[in-house]
């Protein structure tokens, strides 16, 4: 797992470190059951405070990225798990939202939308 921190980023660090971790788990750098550093290693490899990783962890936890187990600490959960697949669901259709309001404010028919939808998912 690797996680690069940023003092210039416009997020916080616990969200730098939520939003590397989140991708590494969907994209399979971190694979399911992986057990996590321990909040206080994770902490301590970075500079940073207990609190800033308790934070970035209790979230992922939260969005169903990861489960705390008692005695085993924090470990990646299955990505097709329900609780994911609705997370990104969610986050797919904020982006779509997104998309909806630029097109219409250069007048792009619907049609144009769903064919430029289509060429980027052939990528």
């Known amino acids: 797992m690797k996680v690069v921190l ?10 730098q470190i939520r939003e590397q971790m989140k991708e ?6 971190i694979a399911e059951g992986t057990v996590l ?3 206080r290693q994770l902490a301590r490899d970075l ?8 934070r970035a962890y ?4 939260s969005e169903g990225y990861i489960a705390s187990v008692q005695g085993k600490g924090s470990i990646v959960l299955k990505r097709d798990n329900t609780v994911l697949r609705e997370q990104c669901i969610r986050q797919i259709e904020e982006h779509l939202r997104e998309a909806v ?3 219409e404010r250069i007048r792009m028919t619907e049609e144009e939308l769903l064919d430029m939808l289509k060429r980027t998912r052939q990528r």
């Open 6 to 15: 940023s003092n210039q980023s416009e997020f916080p660090i616990y969200a």
């Open 24 to 29: 590494q788990i969907l994209s399979g750098q």
């Open 37 to 39: 550093p321990s909040i």
């Open 47 to 54: 500079g940073i405070s207990v609190i800033t990783t308790t």
């Open 58 to 61: 209790r979230e992922l936890e």
């Open 101 to 103: 309001v630029l097109s």
